[in-house]
């Protein structure tokens, strides 16, 4: 797992964090694109009203989850990063309810409700650019990365 933060000792406190509190092997770094080039899971949560990221720095297959405002007016996410991306979303009408939200290409419809997977109504794709818009529905994140752990240790 690599950290960053904008200061070095926000990063040093979490990578001690996930340490200790979670027996995890946790490595402070330097920059954002250092925590996030060519991982498989990237989990953005800030509060900025602009991009912590570059697309040009995520593998072509990768899960994003972002927890911080995702508006045309102010995103910690970068415009295109939901171009040809599968787009998941805890609380779909919420998200929809600001008039700036970032829309897929595909427009409103493109966002698949996290309700209809957790259903089996909608199949989620597995491979390739995956967004997960977390729009404030308590313990989505838990669940999330806990199914997330449990495919991984298979």
Known sequence: MRIYAPTLKRRAELAEHA?????????????????VREAS????ATTSQTPVIDTSWLAEDCLIST???????????????LTGAYVVTDARD??????????????AEAIIPL?????????????????????????????LLTALADAVDG
């Open 115 to 143: 309700g209809q997977i957790a259903n089996n109504e909608v199949r989620p794709r597995t491979d390739g650019c995956r967004v997960y818009l977390s729009r404030g529905l308590a313990g989505t994140e838990v669940a």
């Open 19 to 35: 340490a200790t509190s979670y027996g995890l092997t946790a490595t402070a770094v330097e920059t954002a694109e250092e925590a």
């Open 67 to 81: 927890l911080g405002p995702a508006t045309a007016s102010g995103s910690e996410i970068p415009d295109d990063l």
């Open 94 to 107: 919420q998200h929809l309810a600001d008039p700036a939200a970032l829309l897929p290409p595909g427009g």
């Open 41 to 44: 899971i990237v989990i953005l």
